[in-house]
Structures are given as structure tokens and as C-alpha cells.
């Protein structure tokens, strides 16, 4: 990922670029459509090699023990858009970048940053309530949130 810009609001915009092996740059960009926190994001997206393409992409968060399970849904405007986009090779692409978050997800010192920034900020706030000392770091072995991907694709 070379560009990411993101305006996470309803009527927001974002905008991704990445960067292949071979120099390669692809960017996509779209609109928040609806945003339900911790459980759904609804966006429109439109990959720039193909403005008239634009989809609606549907990706949606279900936790149960553990283990969070991650869905996105992708819905085309044509057979042709959707055809032409699984035949672009986009859903090991998927995969794969889901391998790699689950990997840094699942890494020690991920899990140990995020959990010292959460309690920077619960000491912040207790500080700036009560004066309560800072609770110190607990061991990197937490529980692995693990993402799965299942990919749908269909037309409206």
C-alpha cells in the first residue's frame, strides 16, 4: 500500500493505492454508504482501470469465540462487471491480503503495541479522573483474533 486516504463517515470518501512487485500501481476509491461500528461497513467501489465498473461492497464483522469472521460482498451492476471481476484474479488477491493481516494480527508485538496504547489511554483518562497509576503491561500472550474470508459476489 502505497496511498491510503480515508474518511470514515457516511458520505465519506477513501481512496487506496498499491504497489506490485513489478512497480505496478492499482488504485481504488468510493463513498461510506453506511457504517454500523464494530459490525458493518457499506461502500461503493470503483477500481480506477475500470471507472464504469463501480460495485457496492457490503463487509461485515461476526465475532463468536474468539475468532472474527470477516464478509464481504460484493454487488455489480452487470453480469459482464461481475464476471470480469472474479476473472481478474481478485479473490486469491483477497485472500491473500487476509493471510497477511491475519498474520500481523496474530504477531506478538502487534497485540503488545495495541494493548500498551490501550492502557496509555485508560492512564491518561484515569490520570486526568482520579490519579490512578498506570495498570502495567500484561503478557503478549493474549487470545489470537483470527479473520476469515468467505467472498460473495452477485448482481443487483
Known amino acids: 500500500m502505497v496511498d491510503c486516504q480515508i474518511g470514515l463517515r457516511v458520505g465519506g470518501t477513501w481512496r487506496y493505492t498499491s504497489r506490485g512487485a513489478d512497480g ?8 461510506y454508504q453506511e457504517i454500523e461500528p464494530l459490525h458493518r461497513i457499506v461502500t461503493t467501489e470503483i477500481f480506477e482501470l475500470m ?5 457496492l461492497t457490503s463487509t461485515t ?3 463468536s469465540d474468539g475468532v472474527t469472521t470477516l464478509t464481504t460482498l460484493v454487488t455489480h451492476q452487470s453480469k459482464q462487471n461481475r464476471d470480469g471481476h472474479i ?8 485472500q491473500e491480503t487476509h493471510n497477511r493481516l491475519d498474520d500481523l494480527l ?3 508485538d502487534f497485540q503488545q503495541q495495541a494493548h500498551d ?4 489511554r485508560r492512564y491518561t483518562l484515569a490520570r486526568a479522573r482520579q ?7 500484561r503478557s503478549s500472550a493474549s487470545r489470537r483474533r483470527r ?6 459476489t452477485s448482481i443487483d
Open 24 to 31: 505496478q500501481e492499482l488504485s481504488w476509491h468510493g463513498t
Open 51 to 55: 471507472p464504469d465498473a463501480e460495485c
Open 61 to 63: 464483522y461476526e465475532e
Open 87 to 94: 476473472q481478474s484474479g481478485m479473490e486469491a488477491g483477497m
Open 106 to 108: 496474530a504477531s506478538s
Open 117 to 120: 496504547q490501550q492502557q496509555s
Open 131 to 137: 490519579g490512578v497509576p498506570r495498570i502495567p503491561p
Open 147 to 152: 479473520i476469515l474470508a468467505r467472498i460473495d
